[in-house]
T-cell receptor
Framework: SQQGEEDPQALSIQEGENATMNCSYK?????LQWYRQNSGRGLVHLIL?????REKHSGRLRVTLDTSKKSSSLLITASRAADTASYFC????????????FGQGTTLQVKP | EAGVVQSPRYKIIEKKQPVAFWCNPI?????LYWYRQNLGQGPELLIR????????DSQLPKDRFSAERLKGVDSTLKIQPAELGDSAVYLC???????????????FGPGTRLTVT
């Protein structure tokens, strides 16, 4: 079963605009990770945020985590056509197992 | 550094036939994962190895699926016999040995797209 629910399921924006994706989960977590998947390819790790962190930045990516609401958001600023992909959140319940539970993903299309 | 290697990339078989997927993880990564990804869904864990030991196979349909990781490096996932519902992308991932209090990101291979007809 999948813990994460992502919203929206699909998002279409123009190049240069910001894209925001949301993820909600059900149980307490150790950390939450975001991955990107280009069509027909494997997943690529983007960023990890631990349960005691509230915000994290990496280049054009900004991730927030609200453990009281069991939700996270991924913001991509100044989007590019190359950002077109599916984005998945994944939660790690325990730090000892490395087991991740993935959401269903958000499909982002960035139009040039 | 070479990434996770999987083969074949695509496989089409008839139902009831056997099929096998192969994975070579990143050198030095102790943990290996097999996931199944259905169309439009996120990956779901099938089995996780720590070195050669399967430490979590609770999601593996053991009546038809089997996996092995001899010598704690390469791994093979087998389905016998395949059913129509097994059509999916099978992803292999690896990660370094987990440190105390840490949970490392996973590195994914390109996957094998299986079509069962």
């Amino acid at each position: 079963s999948q813990q994460g629910e992502e919203d929206p399921q699909a998002l279409s924006i123009q190049e240069g605009e910001n894209a925001t994706m949301n993820c909600s989960y059900k149980t307490s977590i150790n950390n939450l990770q975001w991955y990107r998947q280009n069509s027909g390819r494997g997943l690529v790790h983007l960023i990890l945020i631990r349960s005691n962190e509230r915000e994290k930045h990496s280049g054009r990516l900004r991730v927030t985590l609200d453990t009281s609401k069991k939700s996270s958001s991924l913001l991509i600023t100044a989007s590019r056509a190359a950002d077109t992909a599916s984005y998945f959140c994944a939660t790690a319940i325990s730090s000892n197992t490395g087991k991740l539970i993935f959401g269903q993903g958000t499909t982002l299309q960035v139009k040039p | 550094e070479a990434g996770v290697v999987q083969s074949p990339r695509y496989k089409i078989i008839e139902k009831k036939q056997p099929v096998a997927f192969w994975c070579n993880p990143i050198s030095g990564h102790n943990t290996l994962y097999w996931y199944r990804q259905n169309l439009g869904q996120g990956p779901e864990l099938l089995i996780r190895y720590e070195n050669e030991e399967a430490v979590d196979d609770s999601q593996l349909p053991k009546d038809r699926f089997s996996a092995e990781r001899l010598k704690g490096v390469d791994s093979t996932l087998k389905i016998q016999p395949a059913e129509l519902g097994d059509s999916a992308v099978y992803l292999c991932a690896s990660s370094p040995r987990l440190g105390f209090g840490s949970s490392y990101e996973q590195y994914f291979g390109p996957g094998t797209r299986l079509t069962v007809t």
